[in-house]
C-alpha cells in the first residue's frame, strides 16, 4: 500500500521519527480500508474505537447525504433544529433512567471537559466550594489539558504536567482487591470532592483493563452516599462494545453526569453529548446570568453529524446490532480460548466484544518500542492492530466476520512466537 513520507501533515500520537509514513486510504467499506493500489487493510481495531457497525453503513451515509441538502451547520445559542431536537429526546428515551439533559459537543475529551465543569457549576451554585475530582489510576479522559489532569499521568503527558490540576486517585480495582477501591472511594469521599469520573467496566486507553459491574454500582452507592457526583465516560464504552448498549447499564448504574461520543454517529463524523440529572441542569436555572453554564463549541449539534447519529439510533432500533454484538462476543470468546493457559501472555481477557491479551516481552514499560514492532508486524500482514505497549487487543466493528477474525488471531498467534519471551 502506498505510505506517505513527505508531508506537511502533523499525526497525532505519533513520533514522525519512528514512524515517518502513513498509509494512504482511498476507501473504506464494512471491516476493510483499502489503498489506491487496491491493497486493504482488516480494520481490527474500529478505526481507534469510532466505527460500530461498520464504516459507511448505507443509512447512516443515506442520512449524511440527505441532511447536506437542507443544513450544514447553523449556530446553536438561540436557534435550534429537528436533528438535534429529536435526537436529544431519543438519546433521553435510550440512556439510563434519569439522565434527562443533553448538552452537545464534537469530541470525546471535550464531552468529558463538558461534564468536569458541569460538576463544578453545580457546586458552586449551589453555594458549595466543592472542586476535587476523583478519578482511577490508569485512567483516560481525553488529550485536553483539564481531561489529561483526570487520566493516568505518564511519559505522555510529562512536558504538560506544571499545567495540570491534581486529582485524588482511587486505585484501580483489580480482581481480588476490589475492596481497596471502595475504601480508599469512601475516604476520599469524606473529603468533599465535587464528582468520582470513571471509564465504566473497562479501562481503554490504560491497557484494556476490566473490572466488575459489582464494583462500579458500589463505587456509584458510595458516591451517593457521600453526594458526590458520579460521572460516566462512556466514550469508548458506548454504543455496543461491552455487550450491552451502555456500560452503566450492566451494573444497573445511573450515572449524575455521562459522557457518549465515539460511537454515538456509528464512527461516520465527530458528535458528542454530554447527558445529566435534572439537579444539575436546574442548579444553573437562576435569573442570575453567571450562573448559566459557560461552554461552546463552534460546532455544538452540527446538524449533518445529528443527523448521522439519528440513523445510527434507527440502526439499533432495528435490533440486528445487538444481535450482531452477541455473536461477535461469542466469536470473540471462541478465539480468545486458544490463547487460555498459553504461557506467552497473560491476563487473557474479554468485555463484551472486545479481547485483549499481555504479551510477556523482556522490554515493557510506555516507551518501549514493543507496541509498534508488533504494529509493524500486524501491518505487514493487512491487519490494522495498534498494540497498547505489550497489550494487544481486538476491537473490531460489528460486521466483522468469523473468518476474518481469523487472520487477527492467527496473526496474533505468529506475533507471539515472533516477541514473545515466556
Ligand atoms: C477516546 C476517549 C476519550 C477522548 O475522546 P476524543 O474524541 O479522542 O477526544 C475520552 N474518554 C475515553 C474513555 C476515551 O476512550
Known sequence: MSL???SPVWRPFTQHALQPGAFKIARAEGAWLEGEDGARFLDAISSWWVITHGHRHPMITQAIREETEKLDQIIFAGFTHEPAEALARRLVALTPEGLDYVFYSDSGSVCVEVAIKMALGFWRNRGEA??????LEHGYHGDTVGTMSAGARSPFNAPYEPLLYDVTRIPFPAAGREQETLDALERACREKPAALLVEPLILGAGGMLIYGGRTLAEMKRICE???VLFIADEVMTGFGRTGTLFACEQAGVVPDIACYAKGLTGGALPLAVTMCRREIFEAHLSPERARAFFHSSSYTANPIACAAALANLDIWATGEPQARVE???DMQEM???HFAGDK??????RL???TALDLTVADKGYLSTIGLDLMRFFNARGLLLRPLGETIYVFP?????EAELDLVYEAIDEAAARFGKP
Open 397 to 401: 466493528p460489528y460486521c466483522v466476520e
Open 335 to 337: 478465539r480468545l480460548a
Open 352 to 354: 463484551g466484544v472486545i
Open 4 to 6: 506517505v513520507t513527505q
Open 130 to 135: 466543592r472542586a476535587r475530582i476523583l478519578a
Open 327 to 329: 455473536k461477535l462476543c
Open 225 to 227: 452516599a457521600h453526594g
Open 344 to 349: 506467552r501472555f497473560s491476563n487473557v481477557r
